[in-house]
């Protein structure tokens, strides 16, 4: 699958970066994970630093993914609204979602402490805007919710958004408890701490052509040959799992986004209160954040197809789109221009969740799937359910994210 085309800036704006070996002879491991984005950056990690004695195999290079195109927002409330998930899902299931995320984002905020170098991971709040009058009232309804299940949000009529951000919205959230960060350096960060510091065995361009299963392991076949034998095996193959296996949850589209020259500070903190990630409650929604190095990264005008020429061929028209939703937010930042713009594929569910955990068919495998636009923020609670479904078959929350779940309704 083709998950993206051009180069977004991250690898250039990230220094810190190591290349890694090829497998090339057989080897036996407690744990392979296959793929080395976000997923498998993470959980990687997570198993490496618990013990386990856990291989890594990357068909391309480290992060050059999805993970390659994210936009490093890390926000706990979710394309799915928690008055949408309480209505699917019921109160309990919706609340538990929403506190994982929540949880989900302060456990990155603290690994991204504890590692040797940064990767602009800075704690944010986020601007919910209603898109347009009719919405405000279920903005509204949405901000009760979270107030009511104890998440800490604050409410911004017309007004107060227009004194403190100088555009004109009919209403907005604020939420705290989220960040931003700088993807592709986070992965890089990730796995250089669990290489170096946990033992973490770590291979580029090393393919899984095949799987075979044996009574207590599987053994997988590299596209050159050589055989890893692993007594369980973590899918973080990203949208690519759906070649392997189809979900009927899942939902494979594409997006589009933009990242500018840098600006200057001292106008970028004139105009752009706190840095707050912004977006919006249309569906599909647009979305803007700030980097370390003062630059704007812009997304959205998602198109429900994933057809690599179309979304290429619409890039250049998409991009300019998006750098005049800039100009209209902030028409004070003067002349602006996108130094880096891509597009890429995007996965989402039916349902609104992410699917993570064991799979009917695959004995001795676990999948992280984490399709939704808060795709980091689910690969980060699978660093909590894997560990426990590898060790006893069982995790409380599995239940939430399990892929033979009932169906629910299509989320809005
Ligand atoms: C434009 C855009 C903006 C986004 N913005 C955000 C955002 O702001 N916040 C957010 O949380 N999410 C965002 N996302 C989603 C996010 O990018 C994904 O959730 C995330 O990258 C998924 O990481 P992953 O590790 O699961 O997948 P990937 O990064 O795709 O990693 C999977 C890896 O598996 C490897 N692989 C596949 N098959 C094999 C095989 N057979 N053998 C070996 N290796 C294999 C691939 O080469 C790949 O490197 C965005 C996505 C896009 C496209």
Redesign the pocket.
């Known amino acids: 699958m083709d998950?993206?085309s051009s180069v977004p800036g991250w690898p250039e704006l990230t220094t810190n970066k190591s290349a890694y070996p090829m497998l090339q002879q057989h080897t036996d491991c407690d744990v392979l994970i296959?793929?080395?984005?976000?997923?498998?950056?993470l959980i990687s990690y997570e198993l490496a630093s618990k013990g386990f004695n856990t291989v890594t195999?990357?068909?391309?290079t480290v992060?050059?993914?999805?993970?390659?195109?994210?936009?490093?927002?890390?926000q706990f409330c979710n394309d799915k609204s928690l008055t949408s998930c309480i209505h699917s899902f019921g109160v309990e299931k919706a609340v538990r979602f929403y506190t994982l995320c929540k949880e989900a984002v302060s456990k990155l905020i603290a690994i991204h402490e504890s590692l040797p170098f940064s990767a602009d991971l800075i704690p944010r709040s986020s601007l919910y805007v209603a898109s347009c009058d009719e919405d405000v009232q279920a903005l509204r309804t949405e901000y009760e919710a979270l107030m009511k299940y104890g998440f800490h949000v604050e409410w911004r009529d017309t007004s107060k958004i227009q004194s403190t951000y100088g555009f004109r919205k009919p209403a907005a959230i604020i939420t705290h408890g989220d960040a931003e960060v700088n993807?592709f350096a986070f992965v890089h960060a990730l796995f250089e701490t669990a290489t170096s510091k946990y033992g973490l065995q770590l291979y580029e361009h090393?393919?899984?052509?095949h799987r075979e299963e044996h009574k207590d392991h599987i053994t997988i076949i590299t596209d050159k040959g050589i055989q890893i034998n692993a007594k369980h095996i973590v899918y973080?193959?990203?949208?690519?799992?759906q070649e392997?296996k189809k979900d009927s949850n899942a939902v494979i589209q594409s997006?589009?986004?933009i990242m500018t020259e840098p600006l200057s500070t001292s106008l970028l903190d004139q105009v752009w209160q706190d840095r707050n990630l912004i977006w919006e409650t249309a569906r599909p929604y647009k979305?803007f954040r700030t980097t370390k190095d003062n630059r704007i990264i812009a997304?959205g005008f998602d198109i429900g197809l994933n057809i690599e020429a179309q979304r290429e061929r619409m890039l250049s028209h998409t991009a300019t789109r998006l750098v005049d939703e800039i100009k209209q937010l902030f028409p004070s930042l003067g002349e602006i221009n996108a130094k880096y713009s891509?597009?890429?594929?995007?996965?989402s569910t039916h349902d609104g969740l992410p699917m993570i955990g064991m799979h009917p068919k695959f004995p001795r495998s676990t999948f992280?799937?984490?399709?939704?636009?808060?795709?980091?923020?689910?690969?980060s609670i699978a660093t909590d359910l894997i560990p426990a479904l590898i060790e006893t078959g069982y995790h409380p929350d599995a239940h939430l994210f399990e892929f033979d779940r009932p169906r629910y309704p299509t989320s809005t």
């Not at 296959?34 to 950056?41: D, H, P, Y």
């Not at 195999?57 to 391309?60: A, D, G, Q, V, Y």
């Not at 992060?63 to 890390?74: I, K």
């Not at 090393?206 to 052509?209: L, P, W």
């Open positions: 998950l993206r296959v793929g080395a984005g976000m997923s498998g950056a195999i990357e068909k391309r992060g050059a993914g999805s993970t390659c195109a994210n936009t490093g927002l890390l993807p090393t393919k899984v052509s973080a193959m990203g949208y690519e799992i392997m997006t589009f986004a979305y997304g891509w597009t890429g594929a995007f996965g992280i799937e984490g399709y939704g636009g808060n795709g980091t923020v689910y690969s």
